[in-house]
């Protein structure tokens, strides 16, 4: 034991850990669509230990009541991705049902009952027209089959009659009624564009039959992003957008466009899912807001007369599912020291209360690496961002001359972010004695417009780049072992784990989940919603073909000599498995480490607490048999291919 911290020297990557793969697994209680119905939160969380099921519940008092009891599975499968699954208004909850996608709605103390007819639509993102009793709805309809359904925005009568309300463009998001019900706002946008690179916001009158008429453009076009149209309470139309090169807010009083508040900061995020909400109004005067600066979250009331901020004291650097009725705000907070949680603030007292957290039992505070939000030189002479988590363990510290191996983090999207909110899946590395870097590479989100396009035709180069410098940049600084670099990531990220284990020669060793490995093949199997996405990422048809031999894993798997471990769910329609098994097999062939675990009854992400626990106990197993430092007799969660002497 060392006299100064009483930690025992040990090697890093193999100390003991109380944060075991069960913990991270039994902690991952996803929360998600927040809404206030009254005096009352409602929210949906995910049950790992149910095969990923999401329930919706309600805080009523004193007590949180489960209005979609087992089978039933709060979930929207359009766009694949889903959200927007849930709406709670006059004490009744509609939703959709992953089994059968159809519409339900659960009246106070009464059993679900079915709204829509069985059959091929999904149905996301609704609002009610209690005027018309009807839900107002964004509909995909796959009575075609194939990849390409037809999107509509669509009335799902109470009687559970349907009709048609606008279609002809290629999406719709965010149908919202004004208070009177006498105009309806909504969202559109056209292949190729993602809803982040351009969108449209429609305004229509709704004409005493319920149809929609005098449909004319407010803002947006195919180089501004426009997102979450709202309502003031006395019916003035406010949105998000991006034309300053940030995601700011504005309105909109029936002739011309007036910004609300002009910052270099994001108001706004990408719509991967239905149903995101960044501000709201506690009155005509005053907004509730939550905006992103340098990747962190604020809260803020924003005065629509001054477009002056004033900070609401919170403890959160993560902010999300924002809601505002009146003086009580209800939404999903996190920060280092604070996994994901729902909180409900009281504006008018300043009172704080916990409803619900993802994680129940949290590990000793001494147990917890805190992170350090950092930038670096990169490629281009630009700047990337990233979260640096130092290893951390209560009764640990690295051997004298010994330094931590690094696991470099890509994550998804790739239009997406990295936060620094508490997960245990992180410490779940960091309390075993490794580095973390959790990189938000040009083209994430929360930066702005110009870092979020530096990925334009740069998909697999920007953002490996990035990653790579990172590793280098703690290497060169002496706070990492650079021969024991690591990178993984899943999904988009897996590409950029898969190109940077391709292309360069700096990572020892990698993990991809449901990666992608074959760009063209990616074209050939994706879902409508991402299947022009490569046209902004690499390039459009016929310039692509080049460019996606010269950036496909597959093409150059011959280059790989690190070794990797890869998952993949055999349900997965954004990333079939191929993408995984030619990869596997060419490494297999090749004769390099390889190691394959798929997943029954996954799909693109995994939710089953089982998945959770191999994945991570497999992932684990594999580092530490490539760097020797595997403890005796520990027993071999996957079998890997091509090492010598491997279990």
């Known amino acids: 034991m060392t006299a100064s911290n009483s930690k025992q020297a040990a090697i890093c990557g193999a100390w003991p850990s109380p944060i075991s793969a069960a913990i991270v697994a039994a902690g991952a209680s996803p929360l998600s669509q927040v809404a206030i119905d009254g005096a009352e939160v409602l929210w949906l969380a995910g049950r790992a230990s149910e095969g990923g099921r999401n329930t919706l519940l309600r805080q009523r008092g004193g007590r949180v009541e489960e209005l979609t009891p087992a089978p039933l599975n709060v979930r929207s499968r359009v766009h694949e991705y889903g959200g927007g699954a849930m709406l709670a208004v006059d004490g009744d909850a509609y939703f959709s049902n992953f089994a059968d996608n159809r519409l339900y709605v659960a009246r106070d103390g009464a059993e679900p009952v079915a709204l829509s007819a069985e059959g091929t639509r999904r149905y996301a993102d609704f609002v009610l027209d209690r005027r018309r009793q009807r839900l107002i709805a964004v509909c995909e309809d796959h009575a075609g089959g194939g990849h390409h359904p037809v999107n509509m925005l669509c009335a799902v009568g ?64 195919a180089d501004e992003a426009i ?180 696991m470099v983090i890509s994550h998804g999207g790739p ?60 290497a060169a600084r002496g706070m990492v072992d650079p021969d024991r670099l690591v990178i993984r990531g899943g999904s988009a990220g897996g590409l950029t784990t898969l190109c940077a284990l391709t292309f360069h020669d700096v990572f020892k060793a990698g993990a991809s989940y449901y990666g992608v490995s074959d760009l063209k093949g990616l074209d050939d199997d994706s879902h409508k919603f991402e299947s022009h996405y490569n046209e902004y990422l690499i390039a459009p048809q016929p310039e692509a073909e080049m460019l996606y031999m010269l950036r496909s894993p597959i093409h150059h798997a011959g280059q790989i000599k690190r070794p990797m471990i890869f998952f993949q769910g055999l349900d997965d329609k954004v990333v079939p498995p191929q993408q995984s098994e030619v990869m596997v097999e060419a490494l297999r062939n090749a004769g390099v480490p390889v190691a394959y675990i798929t997943l029954e009854g996954e799909g693109h992400g995994f939710r089953k607490a089982e998945s959770i626990v191999r994945t991570l106990e497999a992932e684990l197993y594999f580092y530490q048999r490539i760097f020797g430092i595997a403890p005796p007799g520990a027993p071999a969660p996957v079998a890997i291919e091509n090492l010598p002497d491997a279990a």
């Open 415 to 474: 239009t997406g972010m990295a936060s620094n909110t508490l997960k245990l899946a992180t410490q779940f590395w960091t309390s075993r004695g490794f580095a973390v870097l959790d990189v938000n590479y040009g083209g994430s989100s929360g930066f702005g417009r110009a870092y979020r396009d530096a990925l334009k035709g740069q998909w697999g180069v920007i953002d490996v780049d990035d990653c790579v410098a990172g590793a280098r940049h703690l």
């Open 158 to 221: 109470l009687d559970g009659v349907e009709t048609i309300l606008a279609e002809g463009s290629d999406f719709y998001a965010a149908p919202r009624l004004s208070p009177d019900g006498s105009q309806l706002a909504w969202l559109s946008w056209m292949h190729p564009n993602m809803p982040w690179q351009g969108t449209e916001l429609w305004l229509a009158d709704v004409d005493a039959g319920g149809a929609l008429a005098n449909a004319r453009l407010v803002a947006g076009g």
């Open 227 to 406: 997102c979450q149209p709202e309502w003031s309470p006395s019916g003035v139309l406010h949105f998000v957008s991006d034309r300053s090169g940030w995601w700011n807010l504005y309105r909109f009083d029936g002739a011309a466009l007036q910004p609300l508040c002009d910052r270099a900061a994001e108001f706004g995020s990408p719509h991967w899912t239905f149903g995101g909400s960044m501000y709201g109004f506690r009155s005509d005067k005053e907004i509730v807001c939550t905006y992103i600066e340098n990747g962190v979250s604020r809260l803020a009331q924003l005065s629509t007369a001054t477009g002056k901020l004033q900070p609401i004291a919170n403890p959160y650097e993560e902010i999300r599912e924002l809601r505002v009725a009146g003086d009580i705000v209800a939404l999903l907070g996190g920060a280092p020291t604070i996994p994901l949680e729902l909180a409900r603030i009281d504006l008018s007292t300043g009172a704080r209360k916990v409803l619900a957290r993802s994680i129940a039992d949290l590990p000793d505070e001494s147990e917890l690496s805190v992170p350090e939000s950092i930038s670096y030189p990169t490629s281009g002479k630009r700047l990337a961002h990233a979260f640096y988590y130092p290893p951390r363990n209560a009764h640990y510290e690295p051997a004298p001359g010994s330094k931590p191996p690094l």
